[in-house]
């Protein structure tokens, strides 16, 4: 853990860290119920698509870009997998499979809109949330089944992906975030890859005479989060038993909200995998802990997250406004100098 925290963004990975303890000092001091794991590990299945998502669309934000059509993909991927299980009898393991492959091809048409034609990627990705949501509803209508009730009824062995407990506590879902965490971290930070998303993030054109194909790294970062977001989608569809083309609608802002708590800049250029992967799980303590502590209701609890996330962004803006430097060099330059008698 210690060499984790001691890469990229270590002294912000360090304060999110520490955020964690904050969390858990002051929820379970209010609260001991809250310091049960059993009850976290509940609680972190409803928001284990921000988890999962967040961690790619780091990659797609240190491009510079940004990805808002996910979620959109999420319930394209379920309804794909209970209508072509359901309908088309295909097999329920390759139905997922061919859900998730439907996911990458999307991010794949995202990702050559973004790179190879230098459309915005607020408009391609905003453009692919409808898109695909549309799609989704296409591919329902497909089913007998009417779109509201949702496709149910999956094998027990689909169904026992996210009933399965290792050492009899720890949620297999929460074993799949691990290694997509390691897998993101390793790719991101410890390959010539990952060296090349910040490089694109930080100067394309540099990057570009360097030798780099700058265009098919940003392609590929809009599929890594694609394929986040089918994974999701799959995992979603076995917890609930049921799949619905708008599964994990309303996690696209949250989503976003990790990523730039976790240290990522929204001009790219920086980012770290561990950061937002600690921000997620702060974001989903603050939402377990306060309704738990506190008494307050789910429906405000964006406005704490929200003060938050503008807390970090405009501290973050005037630590690294010049003047405000100039102005924080000179006070300290001024304590330095002995006073004149």
Known sequence: MKKLLKGPN??????????????????????????????????????????????????VMITGGIDIQSCAIVGLTSIIIGVAWQDFGLNIWLAALLAVTVAAACGALSGFFVAYCGVQAMVVTLGGSFLYSGLGLLVSALSSTEAYKGISGFPDSFKALTKIKVFGLVPLQIVIFLVMLLAAYLLLHRTKYGRRVFLVGVNPSAAEYSGINSRLVILST???????????????????????????????????TACVLGGTLSTGGKGSALGTALAAIAITLMRFGMPLCFGIHKQYLDIPIGVLLVAVVVGRSLVSNPSVIAWAAGLRAGKKTPAVK
């Open 222 to 256: 809009y599929v890594l989060s694609a394929l986040a977001a089918g994974i999701t989608g799959v995992i979603m569809t076995s917890q609930l038993g049921t799949a619905k083309s708008d599964l994990g609608g309303s996690f696209t802002m949250t989503i976003i």
């Open 10 to 59: 270590t002294s912000w990975n360090l304060f999110l860290a520490a955020l964690l303890v904050v969390e858990c000092v002051i929820f379970g001091a209010a609260n001991p119920k809250f310091l049960s794991l059993a009850r976290i590990f509940t609680s972190a299945n409803s928001d284990l698509p921000i988890w999962y998502i967040s961690l790619f669309v780091t990659f």
